[in-house]
């Protein structure tokens, strides 16, 4: 009656057992995607101390281009007629490549769709440029459209890209050309990023430029062509008045300034309206004189002189001289501090940014003429994925310290927790294992949010398969008659962990093979 008893017992304590099992994995679960979810909406306020405290073995997997751009820059000062004649030039030697018989059959293209090209306002790069609508006589850019992937016939976009840069690298002296892929997700910037930043604007261009000459000479493979995104070679001409002669005319500086801004762009002289419409009338310059300087500086500046109360027509030209100069193409700013960009995509066939970036930072250490007043740091997509990378690690220690919390109260002890951290660690295994096998690139936001759903999993089967085998071992414990606190024998302790290893292995496969078939879509 006493073993009859104590086994009544002991069945209630594991049917509770269970059923708190139960109430606690579901609870468990539910709190680490609540968690997991929070740190993600937090994401963009978490702290990142520097660009090279990660290194990274590569970012987002190598996407193959909707979109291919040929962006063109020619010198500041280029005409938009100029740029117009060799933005023709540069489509025709583009289009001789998509339409190649590589990638036609007859007046078919399997890849290309359209194609537009574009010369001045909104012909900029976006990543250089900020998305500014601003006048841009010497850009130009050629936009190639692909066709969906399925009417493609195996044909490969970024092999076309790589060609169509090829013909165009070293045809045009002097012209900057760059062809680039639509950038897929957040905008991260390019791959190879470097920042100056500093006070002095000239020194910092100075400084890029020989820094671009440094890393050119290592020869470092993967980089596409290092570019500055600012120089100091706009034409610019500068208007000196004569202070002295202009206050003995009558005649102020804001004066001058003003009468030439008023030729050149305008000024509001009155509305016009048609039918309940108001157009504005601003009246400058005709086109055929309004960049000529003789025109512009034999022009009078009327005004009424306030001590006599007379009308006084002063040239401009009298008061005021100019020389032609050059300046900066502009000047960009970043956490209120002047900022200068060395950039550059990949060469076709290489999307292991990380890597490259090390090796650049690896060569840099070599690099003795950083001014010390000039701050160099490495952005871009690298600064993403440092980004990304802190925020996983941390999403994922925090849900493992919860999960260790929730298992300590659910088993009363710290031993079949640490069991459950444990597999969690040996999972890797299998991860790693199979990125290697594969050769596979670690891509940070994916296989990190799919470790993270792998430790979740792991800590499902794990809580079953030990909760199982206390089970097993309580019931081997009664029909031996032995106290709670007692050990089971060598024997039977391995008899039982096979038998739960082998009545929990089906569900676990199954639990494993059903998510991993919910994660393929």
Do not use: C
């Not at 005709?286 to 300087?293: A, H, T």
């Amino acid at each position: 009656m006493k073993m009859s008893r104590r086994a009544k017992r002991m069945q209630r304590n594991h049917k509770r057992n269970a059923n708190k099992s139960g109430l606690n994995l579901t609870a468990l679960m539910d709190i680490f995607t609540i968690l997991v979810f929070f740190l993600m909406v937090n994401q963009s306020e978490v702290e990142v101390q520097s660009s090279d405290a990660i290194q990274l073995p590569a970012s987002l997997a190598d996407n193959k281009p909707n979109e291919i751009y040929a962006y063109i820059e020619y010198p500041q000062g280029t005409s938009i007629e100029k740029t117009n004649e060799l933005t023709k030039a540069i489509e025709k030697r583009v289009y001789a490549v998509a339409n190649s018989s590589k990638y036609t059959d007859g007046d078919h293209n399997y890849l290309v769709e359209s194609a537009v090209s574009q010369v001045g306002e909104g012909a900029g790069n976006p990543f250089t440029d900020g998305g500014s609508s601003a006048e841009m006589p010497h850009r130009g850019k050629v936009t190639v459209s692909m066709k969906e992937y399925k009417y493609r016939d195996g044909r490969d976009t970024e092999e076309l890209r790589g060609e169509i840069q090829e013909a165009l690298t070293g045809i045009y002296p002097g012209v900057g050309i760059s062809v680039e892929k639509e950038a897929n997700g957040p905008p991260a910037g390019y791959p190879i990023n470097i920042e100056l930043q500093g006070k002095d604007y000239t020194e910092l261009i100075n400084t890029a430029e020989d820094i671009r000459n440094f890393i050119n000479t290592k020869n470092i493979a993967g980089i596409e062509e290092l570019k500055i995104d600012v120089n100091k070679g706009k034409p610019s001409m500068q208007v000196v008045v004569d202070r002295e002669k202009a206050g003995e005319l009558g005649v102020s500086v804001g004066q001058v300034g003003q009468q030439l801004r008023r030729s050149l762009f305008g000024e509001k002289a009155g509305i016009y309206k048609v039918n309940g419409e108001d157009y504005d009338i601003n009246v400058r310059f005709n086109e055929d004189i309004r960049y000529n300087k003789s025109a512009l500086f034999n022009q009078n500046i009327i005004f009424r002189d306030q001590a006599s109360g007379q009308i006084k027509e002063v040239p401009v030209s009298a008061v005021a001289s100019q020389r032609n100069s050059s300046g900066f193409s502009s000047i960009k700013h970043k956490n209120k501090k002047r900022v200068v960009t060395l950039y550059s995509q990949l060469k076709p066939g290489f999307s292991d940014a990380g890597a490259i970036v090390a090796e650049i930072q690896k060569e840099m250490a070599d690099y003795k003429n950083l001014p010390d007043d000039v701050k160099l740091d490495f952005t871009g997509q690298i600064e993403e994925q440092n980004k990304q990378m802190v925020f996983l690690v941390g999403a994922f220690f925090g849900g493992l310290a919860l999960i260790m919390l929730i298992l300590i109260f659910q088993f009363g002890g710290i031993s079949k927790p640490l069991i459950i951290m444990i597999a969690i660690f040996l999972s890797f295994i299998g991860v790693f294992g199979g990125l290697m096998i594969t050769g596979w690139s670690f891509v940070i936001m994916m296989t990190m949010m799919g470790i993270i759903s792998l430790a979740g999993i792991v800590v499902n089967n794990g809580v079953v398969l030990l909760d199982y085998t206390q089970i097993l071992i309580d019931r081997r414990k009664v029909k031996l008659d032995l106290e709670d606190k007692d050990l089971l024998p060598m024997e039977d302790a391995t008899e039982v962990i096979i038998k739960s290893g082998k009545a929990r292995l089906r569900p676990v496969i199954l639990t494993a093979i059903t998510t991993v078939l919910g994660l393929i879509p």
